[in-house]
Every structure is written in structure tokens, then in C-alpha cells.
């Protein structure tokens, strides 16, 4: 199994609708063998849609998907080839383990289907319920296993038919926090172990980072940004992936100046900040500079001079949760949520500064 | 409310025990185990007297008797094989119906619903009499069509035949199964199968392989329903069995009766209670295959299934429903509409109303169409009413006793088939000094109709109880509602829309009931059922016709007259429509096999 030879997977034009809603909107993509994609978005986004097309669960209308260097589907020449004969593994939200088969005849499953004789089985069985953590709770029915241990169930069946690619649809939404972590890890060293293509689909920014070497974000029905996590977590395309990704405060200004990397923006109550950016941008195009709540910093404005990169602004509300501070803050008409450690700082009504770092990501404003 | 608090002594502990509520209570208690209890009393008993209707000696003769006769062995075999196909073909069926509709993108798919649920409320004896003209080898539309072709009939081609009865009776119980199984087939979660597909099988095999396996608890428990219910039954072997000389168990029991030279009610009871001890043990058996097996989903949540494109097959299904509806509905309808247009059964060229002025003119069966539309609107009323009683009394009641007694209650009358009640009811009432005098009258008649569909319509009230959550009976209680008035203006009140449904199901499956007021029937208290059985019986087929369709056409509007009214009333009153959920009539249709 650990020779397992990755594959890659590619798709275009991808169109789906139900009725008169169109699902998804002329998809392509394509992923590199031995990689472990997320796409992430939320929920009615035509994530899962897409992974059932892949799967081979769903036709689309139009498009074509290739695994490895076979095209799968092709609505041109009209050709599907059936989920059963794709060699996929999937794991679904619910896990779908069969009530009525033990776990061992859940994870054997697969196998018998590729024609392994009933005598051969037993080895990949245990190994595979070895690999997952469950080599003792094989007689038992899924029924009589806890959230944690049908999810393991669920990955070693995936596993079993030896797939060049691995689905997974939201298969970590179920658990409780402290076993999706664990769950995530061993997911992530599994994936690197068999060194396979894994798909995965998640609402969760955080697991989505945490798991996938290329992250695809989705809105209805299109794929609006993607890349290395590190890619869209900190330098987002737009206000829609920033949003999703976790960015919360959005300044509007204009750019009055350019040089190598940099880019300064003027608010509209005068006040100029440098960001860094790749961003292609002309002289007075309308921008946004987004930032995490916790990447903004608060200083007093007793405290005299300016700190640097620093815009003026009033606290208007504040709110203890938990170990942080979170000050509500009035900045050249917005209104901005900024976390701080230290508990009672700044009153509200008190003029402060706040500095807003180089590498907060600058959008487009459209 | 302990002993020691009250010093009174015996006097008062006596005040104390006999509390208004108490006596009503025993009162009640009384009551349903005379109309519930004593007639099974009686046909135990009856089973070993020489003579009916008390006054005769303790004997084994009865039991003697079933086991001296040849037909005994015949029929029971007969109705062990005669239930078993019509399960085995109605469960394939019903189960086909149920997943090409579920599955497929149909143009005639939505015709499926209505068609069974036309077919599954169609009273069945009146179904029987249909199908007995439309197969009849000179005069049906079977034989007619083969003669416009000049084909001679072929002396097989005759409903009157095992094949015949096999196949007609599996029609009607296609559409109680696919009634039945509509709903599992559909709760079915389809990412089981999706999973197996995922794994290499191919969507069919994993439908084989996966969701057959799942269904198995409920085609299991389905069946045995069915397979009781054809034990039971007996308008379809009476109708379209005997004249080939099929005998069942219950028109053997029948047979004994009725038709032998004299009259063995010794051998009837004695029948009758190894009938009722096999159906019990079937029942227990049911439960007990049911008892170990868990297959609740794992996970849960059913995906929502989306209907394929299946291309030339979908031509194919399409076929299949359009033809089942047009064999197992329209035609036997026609058939039997037509046929009572005509002078006499099997001339086709000159309709008449000769036959409907007959029924209308004629003394016997003007009144035997009274009597039934009473007995079968007010009896249907009674039923509702009682079942919803004693199933609230059930769901809301603390006391063990009294949930066990009315459960017990509830169920008891499915333990016997219509003809054994019918006889149980005769020996219960003939013993009783004050009812015996009402015997010859629609009164008994309307009682035995009663009790024999409690169990039915409980099954069906339980299903609309449920639906009504218990803390808005409370909300009431708290507010200051006794218990009755919370029952009738709030839990009665919002079950109101599927109580009037069951109302109206009901009433057409007593319309139907021929078995059990088989032996209250005299010459001058007939129903329709009895009526036109024995008109049909004696050639009078045309006639027979007339009655049932004008009684069916009557009832039909009578209760719609009656529902509308009633809706209309309500909606003025309240000023708004409630919508309640039409709370599973499915499960009423059980018996109507």
C-alpha cells in the first residue's frame, strides 16, 4: 500500500444545475499527484456537488473530469464512467456505514468487490483496522461505536479499495472539537504515509489550513480563489474570500502612492498607511486594507507621538471574551473589532491610535 | 395517599374506594370486556357445547367432527397457500411500485399514489364482485373481447380458478403493500448505497446487496401482516374460490354453517379457536422476529434522493403503471358499472336503468341500502371515536393496568378473522338475557361491525395521536382544562382533519364486511354486503351490481356531504384552517386486503 503510485486530477468546464439553479459555474481546476486538496465554503456553495461529480455520484451537465491520465467524464462525447469503476475512496458526512454488517464486513466490503477471496481478506482487514486504531472492535456493529470510531470505520472502508484518490465529504463536521483535532492530525499523517490525492470538503477555515497543501474556496457555485493556504489565509483576493477566511475589519481608501512591494493608502479622513503588496494597482484606484481583529494594535493617544503606520480613531465599545479584550473602534466612519490581550486598557469614548501592520492583505474595492 | 393517614376504618376506606371516578371507571371496564371479551369467552365454550346458544352438553364433538372431515386438511393447506402467493406476489409488487417511483423520473410516476390508494380503499367484496363479472368465461369483458375477435374462450381463461383468485386477490393487497412500503423505501438513506457503489458494486447489486438487506425489518413485518390478513380473508376465496371448489379456513368455518345439510356449530367454534390460536401464534411470531433485530440507521440523516433518468426503461415503467392502473382499477370499475346497465349480465348491446328502479322499488332492498348507509356512516363514527378514546386513554394514562387492558383490547379483535367474530358474536349476544331480543336487528349488527374495526382504526389513531405533542394537552391542563375538555378542544380538536379521514376509510371498509355479519343476517335484517353476496351468488349478477353501486355512489356522497359540512362549520367557527398532516390513513388499509 505505502508503494501506492499518487494520481493527479483535473477538470473543466465543470456546469451543474437542478431545476433552474445553476450549482456550479464552469469549474476548472486541476491538482498535482500526492495533493491534498480542501475546497472550503459554506454550506449551499456546490462544494459537495462537486465532490459527488468527481465521485461519479453526480452527472454534470457539462464539463469533464480526468483521474490520473483517464477522462471520467466527458459531456461532449457523452461519456460517464460509473462511481463503481472510478477506484475512488470516499468517506461521507454521515459516514454511511452499513447497520447491518459488523465492521469487519463494512471494511471488507471493498475488497470482496475486487474479487479478494474470502480466505485473503482477513490480512488487509486487520491491517487496515490497525492503520485507523480499531483492530479490536472488528465483530462489533457500527451501531455500538461512538462518532469517533465510525469516522475511523469509515476512512479504513475508504481505504480498503486501495484508491489512487481519496474523497472526503465533511468528515470531521460531527465530532466534537478535541477528537476532530486528533481525527485531523491523523488524517493529515495518513495522507502523507500513503502518499495518495486527497479531496476533502469543509465549511471549517481552520481544519481546511490545518490539512490541505492547496486550498480551493467556493461561492455559489464558482471557485473564487485558490492556492497554498498560506496564499489564501493571508493574502485573500477579494472581500468575499477575506471574509470567509476569517478577516473581519476592512478599511476603504485610495492609493496615493507606489514603490517596490509597497503600496500607500489614504483614508478618507486623511490619514495614509503603507501596506505590502503584490497587487497590481494604478494611482487612485479604490481599495480595501483587511485585518484579523487580532492583527490591529490599540495605543494611547496620551502617549504623544504617533506610533508608525497609524490611523486615529475612538473606542466605542468594548466586550470581555474570555482571556481577550475585544474593543469596538470608530476608524475614518468604520466601525472595526479589535482583540487585545490586556483586560482594561482603553475606556470607551477614548481617542486612541490604532496601527494597522504592513502585511494586512490590500483588495480591489469593486 | 397512605393508609395510616386516614383513622376512619373500614367505612371510610370503602367511601374511599368508591369514588365517582371509580365506579365509572369499573363501569367502563365492565363494559369493553363484555363487547371485547365475551364473545372470544363464548366461542371457546361454544366449541365444546352440543347444541348452540347454551342449554346443551359438554362434549369434544366439535373437535371430532373438524377432525373427521377431509376439508379441514384441504382448506387449511388451501389458505396457508393461497396467503403465501398473494404475499410473496403483493410485497414483489408493491415493493417494485415503490422504488421506481422513488428512483426514477417517471412521466406517469405520480399516478402510483392515487392509483393505489383507489385500489387499497375499494371495499373488497365489491372488488370481488367486479372482478367475478369481468373473468367470467361467458359474460365478462375478458370473454367478450376474445368473441369480437372470434376466439373461443379458453376454458382456462375464468377468474373462477386458483390462478384467478391468486391474482385478483394480489392486485387489491399490491396496492395495501406498496401503501405500506412507500414509506420505508423511501426513508431509505441513499449514501448506504452510494458507499457501496464507492466501493466498486454496481448501483443495482448495491441496491441488491445493501438496501434490500435494510429494508428486510420492515418487508418482514409487512409480510406477516399480509400473510395474517390472508388467513382471514374471506370475501375474495367465498366469491371467486368456492364456485371453483376452493376452500379456505374461513369459508370452511362458513361452510359449516351455512351451507351443510345441518348446521355444525360445534365444529364452526371448534375451527374457529385452533384458527385464532394459529393467528395469535403468527402475531407472537411477528413480534418476536421483530424483538432482536435493530437496524436503526447509523448516522441518520437521509440524504434527499433525487430521481434519475433511466432513458428506454423509463418507457418501459410507465407501461407498467398505466397497465396496473387500467387492469386493477378502471377495468373491474367499468366492468362493474356496465354490467349493471345491462338487462341481464352479459349483453352488451342495450343498456338499461332497469336494474337501479328494481333495487329502489324493491322493499328488501331498499331497506338492506338504509340500514347499511346508517350502519356503515354511524358505525364508522363509533369506531373512530372509541379507537381515539381508548389509544388517548393509552398514550396519556399512568396507570399500567388500564394501558395494558386497552392495548390488549385494542388488538384482540385482529386475532379473529370476520367470520369467527361473526360467530363469536352470535353465541356472545344469544347468551345475554337483555341483548338476546335485539338479535334480528341492524342494532346487533352495528355493534359487531364496531368492534371487528377497533383494531384498525386504533392502529390508525395511534399514528394520529402521536403527531399531537403532549405538552399542548398540558399547556391546557395547566391553564385549567379537565381532562376531557382538554382531550376533546385540543388533541381531538387538532386531529379533527385525519380523524374525518379515517372516518371515511372506515365507513367503506364496514360497507365491504360481508364475513362478519355473515351469521347475524336473518331474511329480514340484511345488509348490502349479505344482499348482494346472495343475489350474486344466485345469478342475479346485473342486479347485485345496481345495489352495491348505488350503495357505494350513497355512501361515497353521504360521507363527503357529511365531511364538507363539517369542515365548512369548523372553519367559519374558528376562523382558520388548520392543516393538520393527514396523519397515516396507510395504516388503516391493513386490513382492507
Known sequence: ?366 | MSENIHEGGQLRRMAHLLTPRKIITGLAVLVLAYLFVWPFVMLVIGAFLTTPYGGGEWTLDGFRTVLNDPRALRSTLSSFLFSGLVMVISIAGGLFFAIITSRFKLRFGWLVLPAMVLIACTPRLFYAFAWGMMGNPGSGFAANILRYFDIANPAWLTVYSWPGLVLVSSMKVTAVAYLLLSGPVRLLDRSLEDAAVMCGQTRLRAFFSISLPLLAPSLLAIGMLLFVEGIQVFDFPAVLGSPAGITTLSTLINDFINTDVTPKWGAANALSLVVVVVIALLILLQSRLLGGRDFATVGGKARGADTAEIGKFAVLFDAIIVGFFAVAFVLPFLQILIGSLQPYFGLYTKLTTANYVAVIKDRDTLDALVSSLLISVGGGFLVVTLSFLMIYAMQRSKSRPTVALLKILSWLPATAPGIVLSIAFVWAYLSTPLVRSLYGTPFLMLIALVIAHVPIAARACEGIIVQVSTSLDEAARVSGAGPWRAAAEITARLCTPSLLGAWLLISLAISGALDVVMMLQTTNTQMVATLSYSMFNNGDVAEAAALYVLFIGLLIAFMAALIGLMMLLRTAASGFHWSGKAARPLAMEKTDV
Open chain 1, 1 to 366: 500500500m505505502d508503494t501506492r503510485t499518487a494520481t493527479g486530477l483535473s477538470f473543466s468546464g465543470i456546469e451543474k444545475s437542478y431545476g433552474t439553479q445553476t450549482v456550479l459555474h464552469d469549474i476548472s481546476f486541476r491538482i498535482e499527484p500526492g495533493t491534498f486538496l480542501c475546497l472550503l465554503g459554506p454550506s449551499g456553495c456546490g462544494k459537495t456537488t462537486l465532490l459527488r461529480s468527481i465521485a461519479g455520484l453526480e452527472e454534470p451537465d457539462r464539463g469533464t473530469i480526468t483521474i490520473g491520465d483517464v477522462t471520467v467524464f466527458d459531456a461532449g462525447a457523452r461519456k460517464m464512467v460509473p462511481a463503481n469503476r472510478r477506484g475512488l475512496g470516499m468517506v461521507f458526512q454521515h459516514y454511511a456505514l452499513w447497520p447491518h454488517m459488523s465492521v469487519r464486513e463494512n471494511i471488507a466490503y471493498p475488497l470482496r468487490q475486487r474479487g479478494i477471496r474470502a480466505g485473503d481478506r482477513g490480512g488487509d482487514v486487520e491491517r487496515l483496522a490497525r492503520l485507523v486504531g480499531l483492530e479490536s472492535y472488528l465483530e462489533r456493529r457500527p451501531n455500538q461505536l461512538s462518532g469517533g470510531q465510525q469516522q475511523r470505520v469509515a476512512l479504513a472502508r475508504a481505504l480498503a479499495g486501495d484508491p489512487q484518490l481519496l474523497l472526503l465529504d465533511e468528515p470531521l463536521s460531527n465530532l466534537d472539537a478535541v477528537l476532530r483535532h486528533q481525527l485531523r492530525r491523523e488524517l493529515r499523517a495518513l495522507h502523507n504515509r500513503l502518499g495518495m490525492t486527497s479531496i476533502l470538503v469543509t465549511h471549517d477555515q481552520e481544519e481546511a489550513a490545518a490539512l490541505a497543501d492547496v486550498i480551493a474556496v467556493m461561492q455559489n457555485g464558482v471557485i473564487m480563489q485558490s492556492g497554498s493556504p498560506e496564499d489564501v489565509l493571508d493574502r485573500p483576493d477579494n472581500r468575499y474570500v477575506a471574509e470567509f477566511v476569517g478577516y473581519e475589519c476592512f478599511l476603504k481608501g485610495t492609493v496615493t502612492g507606489q514603490s517596490a512591494g509597497s503600496v500607500s493608502v489614504t483614508l478618507p479622513n486623511g490619514a495614509t498607511v503603507a501596506v505590502a503588496t503584490n497587487l497590481a494597482v494604478t494611482q487612485s484606484e479604490p481599495v480595501l486594507i483587511a485585518a484579523r481583529g487580532d492583527q490591529l494594535e490599540i495605543f494611547d493617544k496620551a502617549g504623544g507621538v504617533a506610533p508608525a503606520n497609524a490611523v486615529s480613531g475612538r473606542i466605542t465599545d468594548r466586550a470581555k471574551l474570555g482571556s481577550v479584550m475585544e474593543y469596538q473602534a470608530e476608524v475614518s466612519g468604520k466601525t472595526l473589532w479589535i482583540r487585545d490581550k490586556a483586560d482594561t486598557r482603553f475606556r470607551i469614548n477614548q481617542d486612541v491610535w490604532i496601527r494597522i501592520p504592513e502585511n494586512c492583505p490590500l483588495l480591489r474595492d469593486n
